[in-house]
T-cell receptor, first 114, second 112 residues
Framework: DVKVTQSSRYLVKRTGEKVFLECVQDMDHENMFWYRQDPGLGLRLIYFSYDVKMKEKGDIPEGYSVSREKKERFSLILESASTNQTSMYLC?????????????FGDGTRLSIL | LAKTTQPISMDSYEGQEVNITCSHNNIATNDYITWYQQFPSQGPRFIIQGYKTKVTNEVASLFIPADRKSSTLSLPRVSLSDTAVYYCLVGLPSGSARQLTFGSGTQLTVLP
């Protein structure tokens, strides 16, 4: 079974801090994604990566950056956290090869910015 | 990107069949339709995926009409544990950098 692990379930940070959210997958997947989930808005894609050191902006990249130095790890970075970035953050991965492969999600990090 | 529209919420009773419809008017030729289930404090979990006509697995059925502008997730004989948010996605399932678009989801509440 594919396992996507997010380093923290809950995180509390202060405005202006630099925040790192880490995600690791154990199935050698090429594609990895970061979403945020807010009530009434569903999941919105922040960034995704289709290979090591490769990244593409999603729908709402402003205020975020990402890092993919190793295939299994995809990091989301809040350069200077703001209160409107309080949200649930979900990481996902998907296999590049083969057809009909679903996304595999972690259980999320609930981030609060005070 | 194909946008999806689903009902915000639905209620049902244990043992009933539940049908959740998703509209995706501008679906592209190569797009697949995928449904996910999400429980509180967990990430979404894959339920079923299809391209056209009907797909069935041990959990659900997916009905897709010929024009593919909508799809219906069917859950047979729901139980209390099926209470969750259900997301319809339209896009390429793998092997592409193209984004998969999540809608706002449907909150299904199963009542005793």
């Amino acid at each position: 079974d594919v396992k996507v692990t997010q380093s923290s379930r809950y995180l509390v940070k202060r405005t202006g801090e630099k925040v790192f959210l880490e995600c690791v997958q154990d199935m050698d997947h090429e594609n990895m994604f970061w979403y945020r989930q807010d009530p009434g808005l569903g999941l919105r894609l922040i960034y995704f990566s289709y290979d090591v050191k490769m990244k593409e902006k999603g729908d709402i990249p402003e205020g975020y950056s990402v890092s993919r130095e190793k295939k299994e790890r995809f990091s989301l970075i809040l350069e200077s956290a703001s209160t409107n970035q309080t949200s649930m953050y979900l990481c996902a991965s998907i296999d590049q090869q083969g057809e009909h492969q679903p996304q595999h999600f972690g259980d999320g990090t609930r981030l609060s910015i005070l | 990107l194909a946008k999806t529209t689903q009902p915000i919420s639905m209620d049902s009773y244990e043992g009933q069949e539940v049908n959740i419809t998703c509209s995706h008017n501008n679906i592209a030729t190569n797009d697949y339709i995928t449904w996910y289930q999400q429980f509180p404090s967990q990430g979404p979990r894959f339920i079923i995926q299809g391209y056209k006509t009907k797909v069935t697995n041990e959990v659900a059925s997916l009905f897709i009409p010929a024009d593919r502008k909508s799809s219906t997730l069917s859950l047979p004989r729901v139980s209390l544990s099926d209470t969750a948010v259900y997301y319809c996605l339209v896009g390429l399932p793998s092997g592409s950098a193209r984004q998969l678009t999540f809608g706002s989801g449907t909150q299904l509440t199963v009542l005793p």
